[in-house]
């Protein structure tokens, strides 16, 4: 495989797996809007696997260049770290803002 196409592989896979993570932060404010405070954890966790399926990708491309196989820099590239760094960045908030308005939630609703 050529270093373009390693280039691509690693770029696509990175950016697939940081956007399905994306997807379960969105799943999991949906469920909080509806007060399923554990439905929307359960998605929480879900993005967390995909970034890490990601980051293993990201990982691959640092590995490869430490090996001495150097990859161009690209526009893909560059899109492939914002679109995890924004997933990561996402999944935090959405986990502490979930915390948050159980908070809230508990203690305007006391048994």
């Known amino acids: 495989m050529n270093d373009q196409s390693k280039s691509v592989k690693f770029a696509t896979m990175t950016i697939l797996h940081a956007s399905n993570a994306r997807r379960f932060i969105s799943d999991a404010y949906k469920e909080l809007s509806e007060f399923r405070f554990d439905s929307a954890r359960e998605k929480i ?13 990201q990982s691959k491309i640092i590995q490869s260049e430490s090996d001495g196989d150097s990859l161009e820099f690209s526009l893909l590239l560059t899109h492939a770290q914002d679109t995890l760094m924004s997933a990561v960045s996402e999944m935090y908030i959405a986990k502490n803002l979930i915390t948050i308005v159980e908070k809230i939630y508990l203690d305007s609703h006391p048994e």
């Open 45 to 57: 966790k879900g993005a967390r696997e995909e970034t890490l399926f990601a980051h293993r990708e």
